[in-house]
């Protein structure tokens, strides 16, 4: 019989793995359960991109903050997860000059270090870059292995007396009186647990789990498209100097580079269209920066789900919607010792996990802060060991495949 945790934290994306991490490094006892492998649900489908915070500059410069903030720590904890590419925002002759010098001076008044590139320095950089580039602006962008940091986010949990289950949906959730009594935990676990505090981070689920316990969490799902295709080496991102659109960044991944994105509201997270038009229109939009994907083999294609949460939102594309996160105590629906944490970027999975982590710390009445800023992830600096924590926690997911692929 598995043993009831003290917290069990539902749903093993980052956020989850790294609310769990959280948790155990303060000493909680806890267990981290998934209903399929570690990040199968967003995290291991996103596009992999360790923002700069430089798409969120000037729209949303506390995001940005946060994000660049994020992108140091990430750099400093997460070792062999994340690839220092550096970005560069492209601005093309049919883009307006006046958005590229409000995001350059946005930038700078968040912290977000920025160098303007010439065209023909743009050209070094990257050869094959769109013939009417008129000028780019350098970031910190980074690329971030979702299948490594998950993983090692889990092997934390353990190296600190934690479980980890994936492939062990939570089933049902017992209410009375105004607390959660049990926890049916299904697949690999097989079991009930009286946990003194449970965590939703269930991601773009998040509204099920909720409602498991009576609670409205409105989730405003948006689905969004990827398509990889060979290139050979790409140096830095590249992020077409906008207003963000369907198909505005190109990410260096090993042989390949990573087409992406599109933005679609959805009603269901696990049932809905893939449809051809986005497959089309991330090349297309992503050859006007770099031609050469055009007519590039495409060799793989997935969509992703962002966990946007909208207790208010209109039926819009969702694009507008907050990329800022929500630690929600749901004391105040009604149910005194469940939290749920919804919205984020992966970028800053770390952060949304120690503010859910502070407030479930705060109901158990426990002193000790959060650590997990400056403590080296498990296997940071040994790709292999990455690797075999992805296998141990069944976490290889689409975003970050071609890794894997080159190795077998
Ligand atoms: C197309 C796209 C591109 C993106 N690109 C980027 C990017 O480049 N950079 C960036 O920073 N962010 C990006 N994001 C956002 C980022 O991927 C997400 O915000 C983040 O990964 C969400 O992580 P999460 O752990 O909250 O959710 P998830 O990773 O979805 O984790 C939730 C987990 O809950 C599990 N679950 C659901 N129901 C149950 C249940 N009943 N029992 C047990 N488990 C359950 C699911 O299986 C899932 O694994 C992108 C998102 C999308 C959709």
């Known amino acids: 019989m598995t043993r009831s945790p003290t917290v069990l934290v539902v749903g093993g994306g980052a956020t989850g793995a790294g609310v769990a991490r959280d948790l155990a490094r303060r000493g909680i006892d806890v267990a981290l359960v998934d209903r399929g492998g570690l990040g199968s649900g967003t995290s291991g489908r996103s596009h992999g991109l360790l923002h700069s915070g430089a798409r969120y500059a000037e729209s949303d410069p506390v995001g940005a903050e946060e994000c660049i903030e994020e992108n140091h720590v990430i750099r400093e904890i997460a070792g062999e997860c994340v690839r220092d590419t550096g970005g560069l925002f492209v601005e093309l002759a049919a883009d307006d000059p006046a958005y590229f010098d409000a995001k350059r001076a946005a930038c700078e008044d968040v912290g977000i270090p920025t160098t303007v590139l010439d065209a023909a320095a743009v050209r070094e950089r990257v050869p094959d870059i769109a013939p009417d580039v008129e000028r780019a602006m350098a970031v910190p962008d980074g690329v971030v292995y979702p299948s490594r940091l998950v993983a090692a986010n889990a092997a934390a949990v353990e190296a600190n007396g934690g479980t980890v289950h994936p492939h062990a949906p939570l089933e049902a959730l017992t209410v009375e009186d105004g607390r959660v009594l049990a926890a049916t935990i299904g697949g690999r676990v097989d079991a009930t647990f009286e946990p003194a505090f449970v965590v939703n981070a269930a991601g773009a689920w998040a509204g099920d789990v909720a409602a498991m316990a009576g609670v409205d969490v409105e989730m405003a799902p948006a689905r969004g498209a990827m398509v990889a295709v060979d290139h050979g080496a790409l140096g830095p991102v590249l992020n077409r100097c906008r207003e963000p659109e369907d198909g505005d960044i190109v990410l260096p991944h090993a042989d390949e580079v990573v087409l992406g994105t599109t933005s679609v509201p959805v009603d269901d997270p696990d049932e809905y269209e893939r ?134």
């Not at 919205?343 to 000790?368: C, F, Q, S």
């Not at 060991?385 to 970050?400: E, G, I, K, T, V």
């Open 275 to 408: 449809a051809d038009w986005e497959r089309a229109r991330c090349v297309e939009e992503c050859a006007a920066m770099l031609p050469a994907v055009a007519d590039a083999e495409v060799t793989r294609t997935w969509w992703g789900v962002r966990p946007l949460y909208a207790p208010d939102e209109a039926d819009t594309d969702r694009r507008g919607i907050s990329r800022g996160f929500f630690a929600l105590d749901h004391a105040d629906d009604g149910v005194a010792n469940l939290a749920s944490v919804v919205g984020g970027k992966l970028t800053t999975y770390r952060r949304m996990a120690e503010a859910t982590a502070d407030l479930v710390a705060d109901h158990l009445g426990v002193d000790e802060p959060s650590t997990t800023a400056d403590a080296t992830l498990p296997g940071a600096d040994d790709p292999d060991r990455l690797d075999a924590f992805a296998d141990r926690y069944d976490a290889r997911n689409p975003s970050d495949a071609n890794l894997y692929d080159a190795a077998r």
